[in-house]
């Protein structure tokens, strides 16, 4: 599993490490350098690694490119963020809740698949999951596992951001 995330992101390129705050903003020479070596067993170039040392207290001195960096390619749309209201269902178990029952009503798990990647495709990078309560949703686990790994950090009550 990816250590780092290198990503457009508004206009900008960043690096970003899941489940850690703070990333770096790199200009476009060392994204396409990234890009150039992503799928490759070639070493992490030094600037990344020292960075990654000074900023995560992370060292990813021996790692290989495709098992260490995901690098997300640039895409037409470029979104940044976006929040994805997984169902509207609702244990009702918060001390201020007033709101009468309301239907589950989440998507299936092929569509779920479906938004998660074109959200993906769309260049999100942000994604905050919501609902009523998105971890009562039968499909919480697999959609924030796949929005992981397709490269789109958590960001919210539910995220590491």
């Known amino acids: 599993m990816h250590q780092l995330i290198a990503s457009p992101y508004n206009g900008m ?4 490490r899941p489940g850690s705050k703070g990333g770096m903003r ?3 020479t060392l994204y ?3 890009a150039s070596i992503a799928e490759s067993n070639s070493p992490l170039p030094a600037w ?4 990654a040392r000074t900023a995560w207290k992370v060292d990813l ?4 490119m495709r098992d260490a960096v995901l690098v997300r390619p640039e895409t037409r749309l470029g979104y940044g963020r976006a929040t994805y209201e997984i169902n509207k ?3 009702f178990n918060c001390e201020h809740c007033y709101l009468a029952e309301r239907k589950f009503e989440g998507l299936p798990w092929p569509d779920k698949t479906r938004l998660l990647h074109l959200l993906r495709d769309a260049g999100v990078l942000w994604l905050q ?3 009523g309560e998105p971890v009562i949703d039968r499909d919480f686990v697999d959609a924030y596992t796949l929005a992981h790994r397709s490269g789109m950090l958590g960001e919210g009550a539910w995220g590491e951001h």
């Open 89 to 91: 269902g609702c244990n």
């Open 48 to 51: 990344l690694l020292d960075h």
């Open 129 to 131: 999951f919501t609902g």
């Open 26 to 28: 790199i200009p476009r």
């Open 13 to 16: 390129f960043l690096i970003a």
């Open 61 to 64: 001195a021996g790692a290989v």
């Open 32 to 34: 396409d350098e990234l």
